[in-house]
């Protein structure tokens, strides 16, 4: 009997063992068929937005690649126009956009179509009046420069090729909205074929402009005036003449109305994203006080390009991020916008370690795209330890402000940028910099470990901890006090 109950209570055990390798199996197969129909939902939208972004960023880089041949004042003048003023009035107003990711991505979870086109209008409007307001930088921009310690020289060449970038200026709080706008609503394709074509555009009208009718840093001002519009009036086209046909129901006086409410949203996205990207050009207006100025510039300048190009995939996971986490909470699914945070942060980590490693790999070969001169490429070869960290940090930060975003944390979030980068990263910057005499390693070192470090595990904390029930009711809440009757029959899904 006892022999007879041993092999019984062994088959029994045996059975149960069974049964939960194949609840694991189950399991397994269940996570990872979650991850591949995410991840699915995720690149539909991160994918063309990669494409057009860094195509969008390649058409700054040729530019400045053709212009970089032409002597160190021309491509330290070209840096400055892209990376400081260009760049410092960019940030502004992509971050200003980027409340068009909340406001769009959960209408268009909750199925309030003819609202996207609503918000898109009021994004342009405010993003509008915001350039008139940056104006100054533009006009002002030798004296600024000079006031920053820039040579004579690269000042004033930067202050006239700033003058011949104001279309561009304006083409952003066009370009920006209709890009959230279309993304929103999962219509990527669009945006990545019409950036492609920029991308010809500017590789022509550069080549046209500065080396064939030989206008120098301005021809090359013009081809970035010329394929930046290219893209606002592709996406306007499409918008507007049939294709968007749920969202976009014409010109409506209701994007007048509400403004008030939709500027303060706005202001916090805005000022939650540039933080960060004004202390790349704070950095880039300190290192005109070093020694060796212009070599200088033109290293970090070279840097921050390849960082920026760079940091276009982490941009195209904030987009897609952004997008699915705010698609979920409007349509009341939490646990799939925090299943999405967790897909889309192990992704980007992967591909931003990949480029880590590349980068010093090549660490003494990458700057050869940008100039000729000995000096810079050594000077770029001692930074590249700062951009690889730099590069891998990046791929984790921006989809943390994603979610944010998703969720309409900007207000928070900017806070904290501004704790890290101006009341950490800052002062620590200047005091390896110049106290302990590290110069622009010092100045770049701070804003990593004091600025970059700190923001992104304060933000992975506010993640981790997030009620994601809670966000959901507060989208819907949201999304039925900023909307307005649609002023046709409801629209069918």
């Not at 397994?28 to 991840?39: F, G, H, I, M």
């Not at 600024?144 to 000042?155: C, N, P, T, W, Y």
């Amino acid at each position: 009997m006892g022999s007879v109950n041993s092999g019984e209570e062994g088959s029994d055990l045996n059975q149960s063992l069974i049964a939960e390798d194949r609840a694991e199996d189950q399991q397994k197969q269940d996570l990872s068929s979650r991850v591949c129909v995410e991840s699915k939902k995720l690149w539909s939208i991160v994918g063309p937005a990669m494409f057009s972004r860094v195509a969008g960023f390649s058409m700054n880089v040729i530019t400045q690649a053709f212009a970089g041949h032409l002597g160190e004042v021309e491509l330290a003048s070209i840096s400055l126009a892209n990376n400081l003023i260009v760049g410092f009035c960019y940030g502004l107003l992509l971050g200003m956009a980027s409340a068009l990711e909340t406001m769009c991505g959960q209408a268009f979870g909750a199925k309030r179509y003819h609202m996207l086109g609503i918000y898109m209008q009021r994004s342009w409007i405010v993003l509008f009046f915001c350039c008139i307001l940056l104006l100054p930088v533009y006009i002002f921009t030798t004296p600024i420069l000079k006031l920053a310690g820039q040579s004579d020289a690269v000042s004033q060449q930067t202050g006239l090729v700033v003058l011949w970038l104001l279309p561009q200026h304006f083409c952003f709080a066009f370009q920006f909205p209709l890009q959230r706008f279309l993304q929103c609503q999962l219509k990527n394709q669009i945006i990545a074929w019409v950036t492609a074509g920029g991308l010809v555009v500017n590789a022509l009208a550069s080549w046209l402009l500065i080396y064939v009718l030989d206008f120098g840093v301005v021809g090359a001002a013009i081809a970035l005036d010329i394929s930046w519009w290219f893209l606002v009036l592709g996406l306007f086209c499409y918008t507007t003449c049939g294709w968007c046909p749920q969202t976009w129901t014409g010109f409506s006086m209701q994007a007048f109305s509400g403004l008030w409410e939709f500027v303060k949203l706005s202001a916090a996205s805005g000022v939650m994203l540039c933080l960060e990207n004004w202390y790349y050009r704070i950095l880039m207006l300190m290192t005109g006080y070093l020694k060796d100025a212009t070599i200088a510039v033109d290293a970090l300048s070279v840097c921050m390009t390849i960082n920026g190009w760079e940091f276009m995939i982490p941009l195209a996971f904030f987009a897609g991020t952004g997008v699915r986490v705010a698609n979920e909470l409007g349509a009341g699914n939490s646990k799939a916008a925090k299943f999405a945070t967790k897909v889309s942060v192990a992704q980007s980590t992967v591909i931003g370690l990949f480029f880590c490693v590349l980068i010093l790999i090549l660490h003494d070969k990458f700057a050869y795209i940008f100039t000729s001169s000995t000096d810079v490429i050594q000077a770029v070869d001692e930074m590249s330890f700062l951009l690889a960290v730099t590069i891998l940090l990046n791929s984790v930060q921006p989809i943390l402000s994603a979610v944010a975003v998703g969720c309409g944390w900007q207000a928070w979030v900017a806070y904290i940028n501004l704790g890290c980068y101006y009341v950490i990263g800052l002062p620590l910057g200047i005091l390896m910099g110049w106290i302990f005499k590290l110069g622009v390693m010092g100045i770049w070192g701070g804003m990593i470990f004091g600025g970059t470090a700190v923001q992104t595990l304060i933000l992975a904390i506010i993640t981790i901890r997030c009620d994601w029930e809670k966000e959901a009711e507060k989208a819907s809440k949201r999304v039925e006090k900023w909307s307005v009757p649609n002023p046709e029959n409801q629209l069918e899904d």
